[in-house]
């Protein structure tokens, strides 16, 4: 996991594509790098598959890499705006020439949707299963739209570590959404088969003989 998180940085941190840029610039790119490694990170903690930490302690801490995400969001997109703000302004617009910035928008967008739900959960008066098919459907937004973006960007972090992270990420997402109880009831509700759950009647019988 280390490695994941840590080789894309360092590859897109000694990039020649970085040599006699500003370091606005470079914090802009590097931020970027960040957030799609933190975004390898919360899939991981909100399905409780990072060995050492307890389900409920890996949440809080997938509320605290998220909050972490937003400000790596920040700090690229506030980079970028200070290095070129009429590029960034079309971007925003969907006027851009390059096809990679309408994927950027529409993560960065997501990004701030799902932290403003996040944020406001305890507020909003929603049946958890509505609450976490939003979450879910912003954080499918935020990857594939993260994903695109830095595939398209012929940029500092190279074509192996970037398709490496971005599969990853990709997958990871994936594996948490499969397993999600959300989707499971979903799939009940559409004509599968309920899991059958023992009662306790049923387990104590064979005890009994």
């Not at 959960?121 to 929603?126: E, T």
């Not at 599969?167 to 799939?187: E, G, M, N, Q």
């Not at 004509?191 to 009647?201: C, E, L």
Request: glycine share 8%.
């Amino acid at each position: 996991m280390a490695a994941a998180l840590a080789l894309p940085v360092a590859v897109a941190a000694r990039s020649p594509l970085l040599a006699w840029r500003d370091p606005v610039y470079i914090a802009a790119g590097l931020a970027g790098v960040v957030a799609l490694g933190l975004l390898l990170l919360q899939p991981l903690l909100a399905g409780g598959y990072l060995p050492g930490l307890r389900l409920r302690l890996g949440r809080r801490v997938h509320a605290w890499v998220g909050a972490g995400l937003v400000a790596a969001v920040a700090v690229h997109v506030g980079a970028l705006w200070l290095t070129s703000p009429p590029d960034v302004v079309d971007a925003l617009l969907l006027q851009s020439p390059t096809p990679f910035s309408a994927w950027g928008v529409a993560a960065t967008w997501a990004v701030l949707a799902s932290a403003l739900l996040a944020a406001l959960r305890g507020r909003l008066r929603w049946r958890l299963t509505v609450w976490r098919l939003c979450h879910v459907s912003l954080a499918l937004v935020i990857v594939v739209g993260s994903v695109v973006h830095a595939m398209l960007i012929d940029g500092t972090m190279g074509l192996v570590s970037k398709a490496a992270l971005s599969a990853l990420v990709v997958a990871a997402v994936v594996k948490v959404v499969i397993d999600l109880p959300l989707l499971a009831k979903v799939r009940w509700r559409n004509g599968s088969q309920r899991p059958r759950v023992s009662s306790r009647a049923e387990i104590r019988r064979p005890l009994q003989r």
